[in-house]
């Protein structure tokens, strides 16, 4: 078994920052990818970003820019780094873990709690 638990959010200004961390404990060989999600009351939950083990990252277009993806593989952790934040970047963020319990084996996808992050004008 898997947990990720994160941490960071709050509220914030328009033009502010804030970092997000999500760790992740358990049955872990190798996190092969992590990622953040977002969702916000009435809309559908979207990629934010994502980074592999190997440090490939992949950015929503419109974080694109503002938001860095990060990772340190030796405390199983990801980083959300938001900058110049907006309104409409306000949601519940949540962090995602594709895991090999055994290196032989491929992931399996976890979900944390989530965080929620709200971005004043």
């Known amino acids: 078994q898997v947990q990720l638990v994160e941490s960071g959010g709050g509220l914030v200004q328009a033009g502010g920052s804030l970092r997000l961390s999500c760790a992740a404990s358990?049955?872990?060989?190798?996190?092969?990818?992590m990622g953040w999600y977002r969702q916000a009351p009435g809309k559908q939950r979207e990629l934010v970003a994502t980074i592999t083990y190997g440090g490939s990252t992949n950015y929503a277009d419109s974080v694109k820019g503002r938001f860095t993806i990060s990772r340190d593989n030796a405390k199983n952790t990801v980083y959300l780094q938001m900058n110049s934040l907006k309104p409409e970047d306000t949601a519940v963020y949540l962090c995602?873990?594709?895991?090999?319990?055994?290196?032989?084996?491929?992931?399996?996808?976890?979900w944390g709690q989530g965080t929620q992050v709200t971005v004043s004008s």
């Open positions: 995602n873990a594709d895991v090999s319990s055994v290196f032989w084996k491929s992931g399996e996808h976890y």
């Open positions: 358990g049955s872990i060989f190798r996190i092969n990818a």
